[in-house]
T-cell receptor
Framework: KNQVEQSPQSLIILEGKNCTLQ??????????LRWYKQDTGRGPVSLTI?????NTKSNGRYTATLDADTKQSSLHITASQLSDSASYIC???????????FGKGTRLSVIA | DTGVSQNPRHKITKRGQNVTFRCDPI?????LYWYRQTLGQGPEFLTY????????KSRLLSDRFSAERPKGSFSTLEIQRTEQGDSAMYLC?????????????FGPGTRLTVL
């Protein structure tokens, strides 16, 4: 069964600190993996997209890694800000025109 | 704003009533997707269109649900005889048809509450 598992389920950190969110998947065949940020009551917004051959991709303070062999990805947030408080959802796409497989997300709260 | 738009943003209805949501995708995007998201969960795929053709439907899409995209532009999602379990955020996304990576752009969602 195609699944995307994320950990932790929720996380609280102090403003300015770093954090790392984890994503494990069993989706096959694999095309690409994405991290989305979803603010409460809003639609998800894409942060990074990584293909099979990419190991690391950065977008400002966000850095995503991908190990296609172990089927693991992480999202590292550096120098967190209060505005980083949101759900971070890992999404995997199989090859072809197939629907996205979403994880349940990690709820991040950044506090002052 | 040229992003994906959805209307209404919120809908409260009584059980048994019918509701219809609208999604306007980014104008040049051929693909349009509907998802449902409940609290604390990731979005779940419902259905998707390429132009006006509905190419795939999830098993989650019971016979009370119907989606249309008659002219290949905007889409509607109708839920008949709503049940309390239909309460969720309904998300629409669109993407271009491209041989490269397919990036889906999400709308703000319609939050449905069935009383």
């Amino acid at each position: 069964k195609n699944q995307v598992e994320q950990s932790p389920q929720s996380l609280i950190i102090l403003e300015g600190k770093n954090c790392t969110l984890q994503c494990n998947y069993t989706v096959s065949p694999f095309s690409n993996l994405r991290w989305y940020k979803q603010d409460t009551g809003r639609g998800p917004v894409s942060l990074t997209i990584m293909t099979f051959s990419e190991n690391t991709k950065s977008n400002g303070r966000y850095t995503a890694t991908l190990d296609a062999d172990t089927k693991q990805s992480s999202l590292h947030i550096t120098a967190s800000q209060l505005s980083d408080s949101a759900s971070y959802i890992c999404v995997v796409i199989q090859s072809g025109n197939t629907p996205l497989v979403f994880g349940k997300g990690t709820r991040l709260s950044v506090i002052a | 704003d040229t992003g994906v738009s959805q209307n209404p943003r919120h809908k409260i209805t009584k059980r048994g009533q019918n509701v219809t949501f609208r999604c306007d995708p980014i104008s040049e995007h051929n693909r349009l997707y509907w998802y449902r998201q409940t609290l604390g969960q990731g979005p779940e795929f419902l259905t998707y269109f390429q132009n006006e053709a509905q190419l795939e439907k999830s098993r989650l899409l019971s016979d009370r649900f119907s989606a249309e995209r008659p002219k290949g532009s905007f889409s509607t999602l109708e839920i008949q005889r709503t049940e309390q379990g239909d309460s969720a955020m309904y998300l629409c996304a669109s993407s271009p048809t491209s041989p490269s990576i397919d990036t889906q752009y999400f709308g703000p969602g319609t939050r449905l509450t069935v009383l």
